[in-house]
């Protein structure tokens, strides 16, 4: 059974900081690009940040470079979302997301099946 559960997220004041985890299970973690994906309430679906099966290499969303980095630890089959300089824009629910494909290939391409966590909110607000 394949499961991707997010855990890390809460009410956090604008400037500060948050690190989201997604401990994944039921598949071979170490071959699969992991991202996360935030959606805010009446907004689209949008892509945080990517990095590829081996941690070799990372993508981010542009209103997240410099504020945000993914990590992984195989070992421990987890992904890390370290979030600084949190903004109230920056309040969604986050989903982590696994992709058979090894290295960052197009998110939206529909031929491949990726598995999907339930999400942790991070509400940003003073």
């Known amino acids: 059974q394949v499961q991707l559960v997010e855990t890390g997220g809460g009410l956090v004041q604008p400037g500060g900081s948050l690190t989201l985890s997604c401990v994944a299970s039921?598949?071979?973690?170490?071959?699969?690009?992991m991202r996360w994906y935030r959606q805010a309430p009446g907004s689209q679906r949008e892509l945080v940040a990517g990095?590829?099966?081996?941690?070799?290499?990372?993508n981010y969303g542009d209103s997240m470079k410099g504020r945000f980095t993914i990590g992984r630890d195989n070992g421990k089959n987890t992904v890390y979302l370290q979030m600084n300089s949190l903004k109230p824009e920056d309040t969604a629910m986050y989903y982590c997301?696994?992709?058979?494909?090894?290295?960052?290939?197009?998110?939206?391409?529909?031929?491949?099946?990726?598995?999907w966590g339930q999400g942790t909110q991070v509400t940003v607000s003073s």
């Open positions: 039921g598949f071979t973690f170490s071959n699969y690009a």
């Open positions: 997301n696994a992709d058979p494909r090894p290295y960052l290939a197009d998110p939206s391409f529909k031929g491949v099946r990726t598995y």
């Open positions: 990095i590829t099966s081996t941690g070799g290499s990372t």
